[in-house]
């Protein structure tokens, strides 16, 4: 697979990474297997935010979890630093894994409910040899202060937090051993909106003062817009579209990437963007499709789409896109400025505005 390269040497490289289950099939001595991520190729380099993007159940979390060694790859390589991971001893790998970190997508079950903050945030440090028992206290007043909670706050269990401060720990809990690249696997999805903010804003405030780099992943266009650098899109196991954040957002070459642009909500009662929404269910992963596969869906498929797995080949704006007929499409309008009112909302808008012609008139005739 085609890798777009940064600019930079980049801190993390990932090669035709591919992740496969074995499945019960309909009797017992049956297998079937499941691919839940194909061949996907990316690099972040250092200071940079990857944004991993598609629909539920694409293997974006998966792929995450490869990265900090909570699953197994079935092919592929992954590079840290310039060394590849599988390649490793245990003792070198450990080593590794202290410097990329993760925060859970649930805040409260990533906690265990049987610790206090303090030794929750204390345990990863204590375990790799970063501070004695003496030192525990200070690092954890110091953690929690950076995140925005208090020192008071370390003899608390996490049922006694909100979903945002529970969030909060999980992420100093994460900096604990010093990390240089954090998979935030959807870590603003379960909270209210005001709350996403705060963290979103949070992660922005650390890396630039601690240098991190993120894959950052999620469904939340609008969260992916505001912290990316670049966004990679996937479609059921595969990257269909990886590239600058502004690219992608203004001007997406890749059919889905636009189905999911055109989905997101706009911020104008009424309203809806210009595109077609993306219809259907994904395939099941354990038949997935021959050729591309998003042809099923995709509203400009061909015959050719059918037969032959588009790779991913340089396109504009620098980026990459996996599509036969990228070129064809005509270009597509992103904006929210662009979207239009519904038929419903044009007629109602008509009869307020028709009440509200009546109303003048009828105050000045008196």
Same mark, same amino acid.
Not at 173 to 192: F, M, N
């Given at each position: 697979?085609?890798?777009?390269?940064?600019?930079?040497?980049?801190?993390?490289?990932?090669?035709?990474?591919?992740?496969?289950?074995?499945?019960?099939?309909?009797?017992?001595?049956?297998?079937?297997?499941?691919?839940?991520?194909?061949?996907?190729?990316?690099?972040?380099?250092?200071?940079?935010?990857?944004?991993?993007?598609?629909?539920?159940?694409?293997?974006?979390?998966?792929?995450?979890?490869?990265?900090?060694?909570?699953?197994?790859?079935?092919?592929?390589?992954?590079?840290?630093?310039?060394?590849?991971?599988?390649?490793?001893?245990?003792?070198?790998?450990?080593?590794?894994?202290?410097?990329?970190?993760?925060?859970?997508?649930?805040?409260?079950?990533?906690?265990?409910?049987?610790?206090?903050?303090?030794?929750?945030? $204390? /345990?990863?440090?204590? *375990?790799? =040899? !970063?501070? &004695? @028992?003496?030192?525990? +206290?200070?690092?954890? $007043? /110091?953690?929690?202060? *950076?995140? =925005? !909670?208090? &020192? @008071?706050?370390?003899? +608390?269990?996490?049922?006694?937090?909100?979903?945002?401060?529970?969030?909060?720990?999980?992420?100093?809990?994460?900096?604990?051993?010093?990390?240089?690249?954090?998979?935030?696997?959807?870590?603003?999805?379960?909270?209210?909106?005001?709350?996403?903010?705060?963290?979103?804003?949070?992660?922005?405030?650390?890396?630039?003062?601690?240098?991190?780099?993120?894959?950052?992943?999620?469904?939340?266009?609008?969260?992916?817009?505001?912290?990316?650098?670049?966004?990679?899109?996937?479609?059921?196991?595969?990257?269909?579209?990886?590239?600058?954040?502004?690219?992608?957002?203004?001007?997406?070459?890749?059919?889905?990437?636009?189905?999911?642009?055109?989905?997101?909500?706009?911020?104008?009662?009424?309203a809806r963007r210009a595109g077609t929404p993306l219809t259907?269910?994904?395939?099941?992963?354990?038949?997935?499709?021959?050729?591309?596969?998003?042809?099923?869906?995709?509203?400009?498929?061909?015959?050719?789409?059918?037969?032959?797995?588009?790779?991913?080949?340089?396109?504009?704006?620098?980026?990459?896109?996996?599509?036969?007929?990228?070129?064809?499409?005509?270009?597509?309008?992103?904006?929210?400025?662009?979207?239009?009112?519904?038929?419903?909302?044009?007629?109602?808008?008509?009869?307020?505005?028709?009440?509200?012609?009546?109303?003048?008139?009828?105050?000045?005739?008196?």
């Amino acid at each position: 697979m085609m890798l777009l390269k940064t600019t930079s040497e980049p801190l993390l490289r990932v090669e035709g990474l591919s992740k496969n289950f074995n499945v019960a099939g309909s009797w017992p001595w049956q297998r079937r297997k499941l691919s839940a991520v194909n061949d996907i190729s990316f690099e972040i380099a250092a200071g940079e935010t990857l944004s991993l993007v598609g629909e539920s159940g694409c293997g974006k979390s998966t792929a995450g979890r490869m990265l900090v060694g909570l699953s197994t790859p079935s092919t592929g390589r992954i590079q840290f630093e310039g060394q590849d991971i599988g390649g490793m001893s245990a003792a070198e790998r450990r080593a590794v894994r202290r410097r990329i970190q993760l925060i859970f997508q649930d805040p409260y079950g990533s906690l265990n409910p049987r610790m206090t903050v303090g030794e929750l945030i $204390a /345990e990863p440090a204590l *375990l790799h =040899g !970063l501070v &004695d @028992r003496g030192g525990a +206290r200070d690092r954890v $007043a /110091e953690l929690l202060n *950076l995140v =925005g !909670l208090g &020192d @008071r706050h370390a003899g +608390r269990y996490p049922h006694e937090f909100s979903g945002g401060q529970r969030q909060r720990i999980g992420i100093a809990r994460a900096l604990a051993v010093e990390p240089q690249l954090i998979v935030c696997d959807e870590p603003v999805s379960a909270l209210d909106v005001s709350v996403q903010a705060q963290i979103v804003n949070l992660l922005q405030s650390l890396q630039d003062r601690l240098g991190l780099s993120y894959l950052f992943i999620s469904h939340g266009l609008s969260v992916v817009r505001h912290i990316s650098n670049r966004v990679a899109v996937m479609y059921l196991g595969n990257i269909v579209e990886i590239g600058p954040k502004t690219a992608i957002f203004d001007r997406p070459l890749h059919p889905y990437t636009r189905a999911l642009l055109a989905a997101a909500p706009v911020a104008r009662p009424g309203a809806r963007r210009a595109g077609t929404p993306l219809t259907g269910d994904m395939p099941s992963p354990l038949a997935p499709p021959a050729g591309c596969r998003f042809h099923p869906r995709c509203p400009l498929a061909v015959e050719r789409c059918k037969r032959e797995v588009p790779v991913l080949s340089h396109a504009e704006g620098g980026r990459l896109v996996a599509c036969h007929r990228w070129q064809e499409i005509p270009a597509f309008q992103a904006n929210a400025s662009a979207a239009q009112h519904s038929p419903a909302t044009k007629r109602l808008l008509a009869l307020y505005r028709d009440a509200a012609t009546r109303s003048n008139s009828h105050t000045n005739a008196v």
